[in-house]
């Protein structure tokens, strides 16, 4: 069992810029890859953003790329999302999840055990 907890959201202005964190616990952080989606009112979940278990491959959705940074420390068993140039367009609530599973298909969030609760990113224009 892994339990996740996000932190770091809050309400910005557009072009603004905001880090979350998600804190892990329980099984070995090292031993999963992670992720990060989001959820808009009246719209499905959505992929975001993904890292490798060993933090040496990240991927993005295109809507995010080269605003978004996806990083993790697995010494503090912990992973980061820095989000800049933000738009009222990201605004959702931001889950994070870990999977067991080496897999290509990183953003199907089918692939991920365990999930935290989330964290609210309100971005105002």
């Known amino acids: 069992q892994v339990q996740l907890v996000e932190s770091g959201g809050g309400l910005v202005q557009a072009g603004g810029s905001l880090r979350l964190s998600c804190a892990a616990s329980?099984?070995?952080?090292?031993?999963?890859?992670m992720g990060w989606f989001r959820q808009a009112p009246g719209k499905e979940r959505e992929f975001v953003a993904a890292?490798?278990?060993?933090?040496?491959?990240?991927y993005y959705v295109d809507s995010v790329k080269g605003r978004f940074a996806i990083s993790r420390d697995n010494a503090k068993n912990t992973m980061y999302l820095q989000m800049n140039s933000l738009e009222p367009e990201d605004t959702a609530v931001y889950y994070c999840a870990a999977s067991r599973y080496y897999s290509s298909s990183y953003q199907y969030d089918g692939l991920y055990d365990y999930w935290g609760q989330g964290t609210q990113v309100t971005v105002s224009s």
């Open positions: 890292i490798r278990r060993s933090g040496g491959r990240t």
């Open positions: 329980g099984r070995t952080f090292s031993n999963y890859d």
